[in-house]
């Protein structure tokens, strides 16, 4: 009896593969490119969380210089320099039950009238 050959396709490029007869892929480009292409949908939601969030950090760090404990900015400036207020890391409820939201070390706690105390959590 003859044995039919077996003419397994790589899972990326489609090239016909030689070698073990469990191979997958023709060579590390190709198995690289596989697993990137699967796992590109499924973390780019993550990735753009992480963006926002680090775009976030990044602003309340340039309005708070590192002389300043903490500092009031208005609404206005947050969004113009295009802080988006859905996304956040963590909350700090103090003693009087202000809540304060965070980006990291990076905090804002909403006032009056559309302004913000901006601070920075001590690292402990």
């Known amino acids: 009896m003859l044995k039919e050959k077996n003419d397994t396709k790589c899972l990326q490029c489609e090239k016909i593969l030689k070698g073990r007869s469990d191979k997958k892929f023709c060579d590390d480009y190709c198995r690289a490119a596989y697993n990137n292409d699967l796992k590109s949908a499924a973390n780019n939601y993550v990735r753009n969380i992480n963006n926002a969030l680090g775009k976030n950090r990044r602003i309340l ?5 590192d002389t300043e404990q903490m500092k ?3 609404r206005d400036k947050l969004l113009q320099l295009g802080f988006q207020f859905k996304y956040g890391t963590h909350t ?3 003693q009087k039950g202000n809540v304060y939201y965070f980006c990291y070390e990076y905090g804002y706690l909403p006032l009056e009238n559309d302004w913000f105390l901006i601070v920075k959590r001590n690292e402990e």
Request: hydrophobic share 20%; net charge positive; no cysteine.
């Open 92 to 94: 700090y409820s103090n």
């Open 61 to 65: 760090q340039s309005l708070l210089p």
């Open 72 to 74: 009031k900015t208005t």
